[in-house]
């Protein structure tokens, strides 16, 4: 598959997909929602998830795309954290808990896996198009 756009990299549309589920799981419980520091927090770390997949392609250096989906699934493991946080405080219940942390591991595994192929060599890959 040719990746012309950072909207056709698979990861990114996962972590899109992460994206819509914070905000779901915040905008469904109203104290979640007031609870305006670890809203902000658990949004920033899932749009930064998402936004740094885009930025890193954007770069067109694969040593610089690579360093952007290191902070990508840095900010997937951050979601991940604060999801037990509003767990705790009964904002979600184990079932969102389970659906969005699953979703946040998906997006980090997509991102080693690129890192991985990013990682070979020229010749065994295929060549990404801007």
């Known amino acids: 598959m040719v990746i012309r756009r950072f909207e056709d990299i698979e990861a990114w549309q996962q972590a899109r997909r992460l994206v819509r589920q914070v905000y779901h799981a915040i905008t469904s419980n109203e104290r979640f929602s007031k609870d305006f520091r670890l809203s902000n927090q658990i949004q920033a770390a899932a749009v930064s998830a998402m936004s740094n997949i885009a930025e890193g392609f954007s770069r067109n250096s694969n040593k610089e795309f690579k360093h952007f989906l290191f902070i990508s699934k840095a900010s997937a493991a951050e979601v991940q954290s604060q999801l037990y946080v ?27 896996g ?17």
């Not at 009964?90 to 997509?110: L, N």
């Open 86 to 112: 509003a767990l705790d405080l009964g904002y979600i219940s184990q079932t969102d808990f389970k659906k969005i942390y699953t979703q946040a591991d998906k997006v980090s595994k997509m991102c080693s």
């Open 114 to 130: 690129f890192i991985k192929y990013l990682n070979k060599p020229s010749t065994q890959r295929t060549q990404r198009t801007q």
